[in-house]
Structures are given as structure tokens and as C-alpha cells.
């Protein structure tokens, strides 16, 4: 984000998105959100396209926070099944965060992911975001020694947002930190072949 206003701009827009959807997202309603005076949004997004991609660029930067923090700070790690655990059970904790403490995101997330589906514009950036989380993915993987990191990488982003959807806006329900762990551990005995 280029300014603290604008990172104070796109947080209340993403809270609106959770809480009130698309139709509800204006600049006058985000200014209100934020406690700022009016025509403050318009000063960091003139357009509605504009308000849309700021408030996309602040929502990955979020969320890549949270992915960040499961990845080991080298990148790589030691053979072995019990480094497989550990990275399960980092990968269990930013998921179940993700529904639980940052619902609110991944909420707004889906928000976006529809309204990319109708504008060319904001696709391209909600693709470029999905491209880094997939290489994200695929450098965990890899790490836990998957023979094919890209492959089973896509695999793991489309398996954590099945979850992702079924606990926040399907009709299964919120899956605990130790059923996620074990699914984890489960994926990632596969991937790695340990």
C-alpha cells in the first residue's frame, strides 16, 4: 500500500465487503467505516474499479501475511516425517485462522472472486495474487519433498479452498485445528511420499 490512509481506506472496504457484500461497498460507506471525512475514499480511488483494486491488492497483502507465517522463514526444510508434522500443523493453524480469526478476509475474498468473474480488469489482478499463492504453495511442497511441487502445489490451493469455502459459505461445518492438522499431515504424507 502506498500511504497508511490508503491501507485505513481498503481495510474498511474489505470489512464492508464481509459484512454487507458488493452492493454495499461505496465510498461514501467506506468513509463513514474508516471515520474519515467525506471524499476521503475518493482521494485514494477515484472509481469504483479503482476502490476494487485497492481494496484487492490490501486484501492479498493480508492474507500473504498469514500464508507467510506457516512458510519456514528459509525456505527449505530437513528430510524427515516429523518436519512434515510440524509444516501440517503450521499449515492447519493459518488455515483455521482464515475462518475463524480472519473470516472477515476471506469473506471479502469471495466477494471479490465474483466480481473479478465480470471485470477483465480486476481478473488480471486476482489472477496475478493467485499466482503467488500458488508458488507459495508450491515452494512448501517442495520443501516437504513432493516429487512434483508445481502440480500437487495447484492441488493444495484448490484442496485449502474447498475447505476454506465448504467451513465459511458452504454447508459443511467449521472444521477444529486438530481435524485440519490431520488433514494436513494426510495431503502431505502423500505429496511427499513419507
Do not use: C
Not at 500511504?3 to 461505496?26: F, K, N, P, W, Y
Not at 471524499?39 to 500464508?67: D, I, K, M
Amino acid at each position: 500500500m502506498s500511504s497508511q490512509r490508503a491501507v485505513v481506506v481498503a481495510d474498511a472496504a474489505i470489512a464492508i465487503l464481509a459484512e454487507r457484500g458488493m452492493r454495499g461497498l461505496t465510498h461514501r460507506a467506506v468513509d463513514e467505516a474508516a471515520g474519515l471525512p467525506p471524499g476521503s475514499t475518493s482521494n485514494h480511488a477515484r472509481t469504483r474499479a479503482a476502490l476494487l483494486e485497492l481494496t484487492l491488492a490490501r486484501l492479498a497483502e493480508r492474507e500473504e501475511a498469514v500464508f507467510t507465517a506457516a512458510t519456514p522463514p528459509d525456505g527449505g526444510m530437513p528430510e524427515g516425517a516429523g518436519e512434515v508434522a510440524r509444516l501440517a500443523d503450521l499449515l492447519a493453524r493459518t488455515i483455521h485462522a482464515a475462518i475463524t480469526v480472519h473470516r472477515e478476509t476471506t469473506i471479502a475474498r469471495y466477494e471479490l472472486a465474483l466480481e473479478a468473474s465480470r471485470r477483465p480488469e480486476l481478473r488480471k489482478i486476482y489472477d496475478e495474487v493467485g499466482r503467488r499463492f500458488r508458488e507459495q504453495a508450491a515452494a512448501v511442497l517442495a520443501a516437504a519433498g513432493s516429487p512434483d511441487p508445481v502440480r500437487h502445489g495447484r492441488q493444495m490451493v484448490a484442496y485449502v479452498e474447498g475447505m476454506l469455502f465448504d467451513a465459511i459459505v458452504g454447508a459443511g461445518d467449521e472444521p477444529t485445528l486438530d481435524e485440519l492438522g490431520a488433514a494436513f499431515r494426510e495431503l502431505l504424507r502423500v505429496v511427499s511420499g513419507r
